[in-house]
Nanobody, 125 residues
C-alpha cells in the first residue's frame, strides 16, 4: 500500500516562499500521476498541481500558475511543490496525492487513491 508523507509546511509572511516535499513508500509510484491538493475548513479540497511520471507533463490551478512549481524525483519517489510569492489566500492544509490512473479528471479529488496526512501552510498578511 502506497504511503505518502508530506513535510515543509509552516507559518510565513505574504511574499515569502516555502517548499513542500512528499515522500512515497510502501509501493511503486513510478507510473503514477502525483500532485497536490489543498483544503480550508468548510470548503472542498482544491486542486493545486499535478505531475506525470514522465516529468514532461504538469498542470496547475489558475490561482497558483506562475507562482508555484511542481517537480519530481523518480529515483527518490518524491515530489516537491515550490511556492513563491505566497498570499494569505494560499493558507490551507496541503495534501500530497497519487494515482495509477492515466485517464480521467486529474483535477478532481476523487481521481486519487492515495493521500498523505496533510501539512499546514499559513500565510500572514
Amino acid at each position: 500500500q502506497v504511503q505518502l508523507v508530506e513535510s515543509g509546511g509552516g507559518l510565513v509572511q505574504a511574499g515569502d516562499s516555502l517548499r513542500l516535499s512528499c515522500a512515497a513508500s510502501g509501493g511503486s509510484v513510478g507510473r503514477h500521476i502525483m500532485g497536490w491538493f489543498r483544503q480550508v475548513p468548510g470548503k472542498e479540497r482544491e486542486f493545486v498541481a499535478a505531475i506525470w511520471w514522465t516529468l514532461t507533463t504538469t498542470s496547475y490551478a489558475e490561482s497558483v500558475q506562475d507562482r508555484f512549481t511542481i517537480s519530481r524525483d523518480n529515483a527518490k519517489n518524491t515530489i516537491y511543490l515550490q511556492m513563491n510569492n505566497l498570499k494569505p489566500e494560499d493558507t490551507a492544509v496541503y495534501y500530497c496525492v497519487s494515482t495509477p490512473k492515466t485517464s480521467g479528471s486529474f483535477s478532481f479529488f476523487l481521481h486519487y487513491e492515495h493521500w498523505g496526512q496533510g501539512t499546514q501552510v499559513t500565510v500572514s498578511s
